[in-house]
T-cell receptor, first 114, second 114 residues
Framework: GAGVSQTPSNKVTEKGKYVELRCDPI?????LYWYRQSLGQGPEFLIY????????DSGLPNDRFFAVRPEGSVSTLKIQRTERGDSAVYLC????????????FGQGTRLTVV | AQSVTQPDIHITVSEGASLELRCNYS??????LFWYVQSPGQGLQLLLK??????LVQGIKGFEAEFKRSQSSFNLRKPSVHWSDAAEYFC????????????FGKGTTLSVSS
């Protein structure tokens, strides 16, 4: 597609439930990033993929968070046993992976845990 | 530690007046600097970026920024603000290598008064 697409745009879930957030990057972009943006804060890095592999997952807050990118394109961020503190906007970005390029961001998924 | 500081949480500027948003960074490698803008409910849009070369960079919507290595700063400026510029502005720093994630500041909210 023309830009980074994230679905759903909004997700409300009950505490303890499992959620999946999807990111469809710009076609051909090999680098994909997930960020989390809490209210009044800047985006915080969660995980970075180069191709199919997670090259850096140092930002994942705990083992309830997991992400995959099985074919090197679409990525899914998975959150198990959601907690109210997980409520935030989850942003995905993609980048061409080489050279002096910027990351392009999707519109984000607003996750609310009630 | 790598970090980005945006000292001003909220700034109000009169329409037509000039604007300067401050950004200071701490980064171990050669920095690669960005300014993004985020309108309510929207994703992050790139305003401008600095990789190397001329330290004064021009961006979209009439914005410019100046990289000052000696001050570790990358301040954003606009000579005449329009009401439509009201939004949240984020400064970010990263490395040239594609695999590194961006580190964002907490953002500055810009309000424009008539």
């Amino acid at each position: 597609g023309a830009g980074v697409s994230q679905t759903p745009s909004n997700k409300v879930t009950e505490k303890g439930k499992y959620v999946e957030l999807r990111c469809d990057p710009i076609s051909g972009h090999t680098a994909l990033y997930w960020y989390r943006q809490s209210l009044g804060q800047g985006p915080e890095f969660l995980i970075y993929f180069q191709g199919t592999g997670a090259a850096d997952d140092s930002g994942l807050p705990n083992d309830r968070f997991f992400a995959v990118r099985p074919e090197g394109s679409v990525s899914t961020l998975k959150i198990q046993r959601t907690e109210r503190g997980d409520s935030a906007v989850y942003l995905c970005a993609s980048r061409s992976g080489t050279g002096y390029t910027e990351a392009f961001f999707g519109q984000g998924t607003r996750l609310t845990v009630v | 530690a790598q970090s980005v500081t945006q000292p001003d949480i909220h700034i109000t500027v009169s329409e037509g007046a000039s604007l300067e948003l401050r950004c200071n960074y701490s980064y171990g490698a050669t920095p690669y600097l960005f300014w993004y803008v985020q309108s309510p409910g929207q994703g992050l849009q790139l305003l401008l970026k600095y990789f190397s070369g001329d330290t004064l960079v021009q961006g979209i919507k009439g914005f410019e920024a100046e990289f000052k290595r000696s001050q570790s700063s990358f301040n954003l400026r606009k000579p005449s603000v329009h009401w439509s510029d009201a939004a949240e502005y984020f400064c970010a720093v990263g490395a040239i290598q594609a695999g590194t994630a961006l580190i964002f500041g907490k953002g500055t909210t810009l309000s424009v008064s008539s």
